[in-house]
């Protein structure tokens, strides 16, 4: 079969006039209008090859040789190798086509989902929070620039009033057969459909705001709620706020990803906080108590026991961050750390001197 004798057009066509005589013998031959279902497959199989400049080129290079050959497995590798270099032939060409012939199984071939077609893209934003907010639930408001649902059109890609009828290319399936031609022989693949770019279906006239994509660029206002005791770089998963579908299709999600800014007084570990204080070398000794700040910018009295080592650790209950999605919260930590004055009066010198004569 030829396929420029199948179009009925030169070798020297252009692919507008490719386009044309495909489609008036599509119209032609199409099943659905009584048409010559094989007439029509062949007529496909010719535009899907010489519609593409790549394979028209490899048609008009390796046509003839491909149909002598006819898929002689070994006998074309042989051929291959020996002739390699030769009309342009690479053999390193080899490992794609290997490749190509495996993945479609010799003459099957995997079809694309029209849903993953019109799919919207997703869409991540970062958002900074201060650690004194993630005690409690924060409600968020922001405007997002995206890919938002054409009005006029209401994602449908026609102009209001207009039909959407079925592609007479793919029948509605969005796919379409392509032979493959190589040094191995001919195997069939599917391909998106050229016509309807794999949506299964065309409008009569396009949006002529959208220009047929049933979406454009805009911004959308969307309100959130980051949970309390988020942690530094969580994200929130929000769907179907990231760009609108292609034509009605599924949108994609937004993720919200959460950093919290350092604190200058709080150490965050997990759902705990750490912090070290200073005390007076006779409270470390005699114990005494500490004025201790927390998150909620309330003050709290925590007690010193006597003859306190420093470096100890106390450990406050539910004085930490609320653990995320669950009830409670987690505990702070506090490191004690006895501070040796530089200076000392004359007083607190004598004092020690005493002291350390009673062996302290």
């Known amino acids: 079969m030829d396929y420029y004798e199948t179009l009925g057009i030169t070798k020297q066509a252009s692919q507008e006039e490719i386009k044309k005589a495909f489609h008036k013998l ?33 048609y008009d290079q390796f046509g003839r040789t491909f149909d002598q050959n006819g898929g002689g497995g070994a006998q074309d590798f042989n051929w291959a190798w020996q002739n390699q270099g030769a009309s342009g032939f690479d053999a390193e060409d080899l490992g794609d086509i290997f490749e190509n012939f495996f993945q479609f199984g010799g003459g099957g ?37 995206k890919e938002i649902t054409c009005t006029r059109c209401v994602g449908k890609g026609a102009e209001p009033g207009t039909k959407i ?46 220009h047929g994509e049933g979406r454009l660029k805009g911004q959308e206002d969307i309100e959130f709620t980051i949970p309390a005791g988020i942690d530094n770089n969580q994200a929130l998963e929000i769907e179907g706020k990231g760009d609108a579908g292609k034509k009605n299709g599924k949108a994609g999600n937004l993720f919200v990803r959460i950093f919290v800014k350092k604190h200058l007084v709080f150490l965050r570990k997990g759902d705990d906080l750490y912090v070290s204080r200073e005390i007076n070398y006779s409270d470390a000794i005699l114990g005494g108590s500490l004025d201790m700040p927390t998150l909620e910018n309330k003050n709290i009295i925590v007690k010193i026991p006597p003859a306190t080592e420093s470096g100890k650790i106390l450990r406050i209950s539910e004085k930490g961050i609320v653990h995320y999605g669950s009830y ?28 350390k004569e009673e062996g302290l």
Do not use: W
């Open 26 to 58: 599509a119209h032609k031959y199409h099943p659905d209008k009584g048409g010559d279902e094989k007439k029509f497959k062949e007529i496909n199989e010719a535009y899907q090859v010489l519609s593409n400049a790549e394979k028209r080129q490899q």
């Open 109 to 145: 071939g995997r079809r694309a989902n029209k849903k993953d077609i019109k799919k919207g893209k997703d869409i991540q934003i970062d958002i900074e929070i201060t650690l004194e907010e993630t005690l409690q639930p924060i409600h968020k408001k922001i405007t997002l620039k």
């Open 165 to 210: 009828n079925e592609c007479f290319s793919c029948r509605g399936s969005g796919q379409v057969q392509e032979v493959k031609r190589t040094i191995l022989g001919s195997y069939t693949a599917f391909a998106t459909c050229p016509e309807c770019k794999g949506e299964g279906n065309k409008p009569e006239k396009a949006c002529n705001v959208c």
């Open 328 to 355: 409670g919260r987690g505990n702070m930590y506090v490191e004690l750390i006895i501070k040796t004055p530089k200076k000392l009066t004359r007083e607190q010198k004598k004092l020690l001197e005493q002291l």
